[in-house]
């Protein structure tokens, strides 16, 4: 009998043991909360679009701050665009963008009886981000789109002198 209440123990002191180990789960989360993210973005797009004319009779020239509040001067050939994005802490205080057109040489100029179009669709926009909140916290854009057709002395005053097709400031505030 002693010899069967010694196994009837050892056994339930065994099935004891067992649950104990199973029960006692891992309480470490392995899946430790994520750092809050409090960065505030700032994203910043420059956008010139402009007819072939544009390119053909004049040297195309773009001014803008990039986003280090290096200001950048480059001859543009074709359609061009600037888009970066950069913490807001860390973005320029004052951002410009001008789209200048120098006259080319009389070589290319039309014949002044032709009708000459011009295109231009300029834009700057700034849009903030604000990722505690996960909402956008500012919105700004300029856009400047223009068509008109020339020709005859209006055609050769303008084909003669520099214009500005674009300018904008925008400071944060």
């Given at each position: 009998m002693k010899r069967i209440t010694l196994i009837f123990t050892g056994l339930i002191s065994a099935i004891i043991f067992t649950s104990?180990?199973?029960s006692c789960g891992?309480?470490?989360?392995?899946?430790?909360?994520?750092?809050?993210?409090?960065?505030?973005?700032?994203?910043i797009e420059y956008d010139v679009d402009l007819s072939r004319t544009w390119y053909d009779?004049?040297?195309?020239?773009?001014?803008y701050t990039d986003v280090t509040g290096q200001i950048i001067t480059t001859p543009l050939t074709r359609d061009w665009e600037y888009t970066k994005r950069v913490q807001l802490e860390?973005?320029?205080?004052?951002?410009?963008?001008?789209?200048?057109?120098?006259?080319?040489?009389?070589?290319?100029a039309p014949?002044?009886?032709?009708?000459?179009t011009f295109e231009r669709d300029c834009s700057m926009s700034v849009e903030g981000y604000?990722?505690?909140?996960?909402k956008t916290s500012l919105q700004y854009e300029y856009e400047a789109p223009m068509i008109f057709?020339?020709?005859g002395d209006a055609l050769t005053t303008m084909l003669s002198r520099t214009q500005e097709l674009f300018n904008d400031v925008y400071t944060f505030k």
């Open positions: 104990a180990l199973i891992d309480d470490d989360d392995d899946k430790a909360p994520k750092p809050v993210d409090t960065t505030a973005y700032v994203e009779y004049f040297d195309i020239e773009v001014t860390s973005a320029p205080k004052t951002l410009t963008m001008t789209v200048t057109a120098k006259p080319k040489s009389n070589d290319t014949v002044a009886t032709q009708s000459v604000d990722a505690r909140s996960n057709t020339l020709q």
